[in-house]
């Protein structure tokens, strides 16, 4: 291994073995295929999900009705749990997989434990998504039409919740498995500075702890007994809080993913080599840090929270620009670099010399220009007073498909294409179609998304089947003739975009069920950083002590109010369950 005489020297890469001409799936081969397992779910929950997606676009619209009004809410809880909670779980898994293997030169240790968090996660997914599908198949005698907040006194099957606890629980175990990866290379590799990708991969799992102790306590102590008729009444409030605890910092476990594919990869799909190693860790410890104590930002309408509380989780949010402002600069600055090593010049004209024909840093580019739109409209989310205009509209399903269902969903896509065939052996197939998908999905994102946000703006409420809210001229509507043209634009934009998911998922098959090919040629090294780790101190890798801070913050925030609604929850129990 080259790292040791690497580090010394200006620049060491972000991969302990970059001399190895072996491809990834023969150097690890355990890794690859848990790699390989993970994206096989992803794969599925996407296509499942996407296609509900489509039908509920163009059931809201009136476009075609195929659905009953209720077995809308059951596709719509698919929709998102399959997209949002399973397709971003199991494809940041294998992700992370992938990434700790890769940058420490060292295979997963591929035992039992190993073996079981992929199990545990793919045995919760079945039992969630069997649940859900309940409310559409009759013979299957469940429901859990609750969408994927599972707001009380909304009420599920408990198998659904035990599904969603182990999907959970699975992706703690995951991270101890690239802990334990990681803690068997430092003691080779004593004194060393952590590489990029595994450090972010141990930030990005140490917030996932801390945030998803709220929703483990939601559904452990509350949500799960009171469904099994343990004990009968539940207080939204306190509920809710725990919920959105989690429900923010999880935006965070989609985007950091994407995040380290930008830092890490993209610089060298564009032809150059990442600005600074040194910002890239500092804005993943920022992450750490700042995303917990805001999730009263998903609250600011609900009762019973103090507006103090509401205002110090708005400053903290306004705080968290500052790591994607960060990313921006670090990003955009890398692909210049990229695009002059190409031969681009002038001020925006080397814009050009960037390799547009490349599927996956096209999707990656494309998916982090859609960000900053999404950027845009969260800001707008996260002011107490603006949100008071767009809360429970449309609006806010059109700011987040820009986020989780574009910046991390059309980045996951894009990089599938550069590393399937490094997980397989196999080439590219089906080239021409993914050169056109992430266009195809630019394009109807912009349509879709572009339309709920208007829609939000002219009144249209989200998760609606009814498209009778069409026709109501007057109370919320603008105008009519306004309003059938944002609805015919979603229905359009979801045609679109279910399009898309159609090509990525055939050049996936194609791919895969290819032949092995002696070659498959695609480059795996990743060049050293312009500005290396050994230009930024080694505080930075001290994950104890930002942990620690992070906690300490979380406590700040959240003590006082999740004190007050115990304490008030004792005194009033709360509400009886609703069924849908
Ligand atoms: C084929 C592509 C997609 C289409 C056509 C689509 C369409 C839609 C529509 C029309 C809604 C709004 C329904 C309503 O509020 O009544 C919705 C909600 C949602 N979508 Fe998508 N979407 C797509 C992809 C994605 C992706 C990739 C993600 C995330 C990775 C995602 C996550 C969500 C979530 C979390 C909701 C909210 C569900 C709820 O309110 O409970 N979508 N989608
Ligand atoms: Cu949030």
């Keep these: ?142 429901q859990a039409d609750v969408l994927f907040t599972f707001y009380v006194p909304l009420k599920a099957h408990p198998v659904f919740y035990v599904g969603v606890v182990l999907l959970l629980v699975g992706s703690w175990v995951a991270g101890f498995d690239w802990f334990r990866t990681f803690w068997a290379w430092r003691k080779d590799n004593r004194g060393e500075r952590i590489p990029l990708r595994t450090f972010m991969v141990l930030i990005t799992m140490l917030m996932w702890y801390l945030s998803t102790m709220g929703v483990a306590v939601e559904v452990l102590i509350f949500v799960l007994p009171w469904s099994l008729g343990i004990f009968e009444q539940i207080d939204p409030l306190l509920t809710r809080s725990l919920f959105w605890f989690f429900g923010h910092p999880v935006v965070y476990f989609w985007l950091m993913p994407a995040y380290l594919v930008w830092y890490t990869i993209l610089p060298k799909l564009s032809g150059g080599r990442l600005f600074s190693d040194g910002l890239a860790r500092i804005v993943f410890v920022l992450f750490l840090l700042l995303s917990t104590p805001v999730g009263f930002h998903h609250q600011y309408i609900d009762p019973g929270i103090a507006e103090g509380f509401k205002f110090v989780a708005m400053t903290n949010t306004m705080f968290l620009l500052l790591p994607s402002f960060l990313t921006a600069f670090t990003v955009v600055a890398s692909m210049e670099h990229g695009a002059r090593q190409r031969g681009g010049s002038g001020y925006l004209s080397w814009l050009r010399s960037l390799p547009w024909d490349r599927p996956a840093f096209t999707a990656c580019a494309l998916a982090g220009l859609l960000f900053a739109a999404g950027g845009f409209s969260g800001m707008v989310n996260a002011g107490m007073n603006l949100n008071y205009v767009v809360h429970n509209t449309l609006w806010v399903p059109g700011h987040f498909h820009l986020t989780v269902g574009t910046a991390a969903a059309l980045t996951f896509m894009g990089i599938s294409y550069w590393l399937l065939p490094q997980l397989t052996g196999k080439k590219l197939r089906g080239r021409a179609l993914a050169i056109i998908q992430p266009y195809l999905w630019f394009l109807g994102m912009t349509v879709l998304s572009n339309a709920m946000h208007r829609g939000g703006l002219m009144g249209l409420p989200r998760r609606t089947a009814e498209p009778e809210w069409n026709l109501v001229e007057g109370d919320f509507a603008s105008g009519v003739g306004a309003l059938s043209e944002v609805q015919l634009q979603i229905a359009v934009g979801g045609v679109l975009l279910f399009t898309g998911v159609v090509l990525f998922l055939l050049v996936m098959l194609l791919t895969w069920t290819g032949r092995q090919a002696p070659s498959i040629g695609v480059d795996r090294t990743i060049p050293p950083a312009l500005s290396g780790p050994e230009n930024s101190p080694r505080i930075l890798d001290n994950y104890r002590l930002w942990f620690g801070i992070a906690v300490v913050l979380v406590v700040i925030a959240y003590g006082i109010p999740l004190g007050d609604m115990v304490a008030d929850g004792l005194l009033n129990p709360g509400s009886p369950p609703i069924s849908p």
């Design 1 to 142: 291994m080259a790292t040791a005489e690497s580090t010394e020297t200006a620049g060491p890469a972000d991969t302990a073995d970059t001399g190895s001409d072996q491809d990834y799936f023969e150097e690890f081969p355990v890794s690859a295929r848990l790699v390989r397992l993970n994206f096989l779910v992803a794969f599925v929950a996407l296509g499942i999900g996407g296609l509900f997606g489509m039908l509920q676009a163009l059931h809201r619209t009136d476009t075609l009705r195929i659905l009953s009004s209720p077995d809308y809410y059951t596709l719509l809880t698919g929709h998102g749990v399959l997209l949002a909670l399973v397709f971003t779980t199991f494809f940041i898994a294998g992700l992370f997989t992938w990434g700790v293997s890769d940058s420490l030169g060292r295979e997963l240790p591929g035992d039992w434990i190993s073996w079981s968090w992929w199990t545990m996660m793919t045995v919760g997914t079945v039992m969630a998504t069997v649940a859900i599908l309940g409310g559409l198949i009759d013979q299957i005698p469940m």
